[in-house]
């Protein structure tokens, strides 16, 4: 859409979208005989916050070491499986509808949320790394190169990416005895941490093109007449690098 825009102008970027869009209707329509089909549920909030009272019931403390210590009890989640209350000889609530591996998933959901908890921070500097880079880049040298597309890298770069990795990469890493998926017991957490520590170690890339910048000359006031010189792709250099000078 980026060159689109560049190119023609911006109806033509909010056009091909929008007709995608509005094709994607007619596909579901045409293969729907060919989808499985589940009626809607609802929502699982009311009873995922019904279990998880359930299961605070009883361990609330003012202390902070014992209330730390009673949050992680082996036995938090294992008390308020309808298995472990029926082997109590107590009535399941009415609202248990659900079984044992429900109750898993509900652990697993809230033990995920210490990752997503710091996915906010990471999407601020995100963007405004994106927003820099795309703004820095509209200053220096394009040539047929919209300064937009630096922001639909990362996009592309997956698209093309991902059937090599699946379809190429996996299946001979399999063939020479390595598993590439995580077994039922295992977290994936660990491969998670990593992939988010290798995004936000290239959020550096910004700050340190800028600073080459101005140490080899650059005046970022002046773009107009300096920064025109510069390539576009020299934002894709990273610090650990050795690249020519500016």
């Known amino acids: 859409m980026v060159y689109s825009e560049h190119f023609v102008g911006f109806w033509l970027s909010f056009t091909l979208p929008t007709i995608c869009y509005l094709i994607c209707p007619i596909v579901l329509w045409y293969f729907k005989k060919s989808y499985t089909l589940a009626p809607p549920t609802g929502s699982v909030l009311p009873k995922a916050w019904k279990l998880v009272r359930l299961a605070f019931k009883g361990r609330g403390s003012w202390n902070p070491t014992t209330f730390k210590k009673n949050m992680r009890d082996p036995a938090f989640w294992e008390v308020v499986k309808p298995s472990a209350i029926r082997a109590r000889g107590e009535t399941v609530p009415e609202w248990m509808t659900f079984d044992d591996e429900w109750v898993d998933e509900v652990r697993r959901g809230l033990l995920a949320c210490k ?12 963007n405004q790394m994106m927003n820099n880079l795309t703004s820095q880049a509209s200053t220096m040298n394009l040539g047929s190169t919209p300064n937009d597309i630096v922001a639909k890298l990362n996009p592309l770069f997956i698209i093309i990416v991902i059937p090599i990795m699946d379809f190429g990469v996996y299946p001979a890493i399999r063939k020479m005895g390595f598993n590439c998926s995580y077994p039922r017991s295992a977290s994936p957490l660990p491969k998670q941490s990593l992939i988010v520590h290798l995004s936000v170690s290239h959020q550096e890339d910004y700050g340190w093109v800028r600073t080459q910048l101005l140490c080899h000359g650059f005046s970022l006031r002046h773009p107009v007449l300096h920064l025109q010189d510069v390539a576009l792709w020299k934002q894709d250099q990273r610090p650990h690098r050795r690249g020519p000078r500016l």
């Open 115 to 126: 990752v997503f908890l710091w996915y906010p921070l990471y999407w601020l500097a995100y």
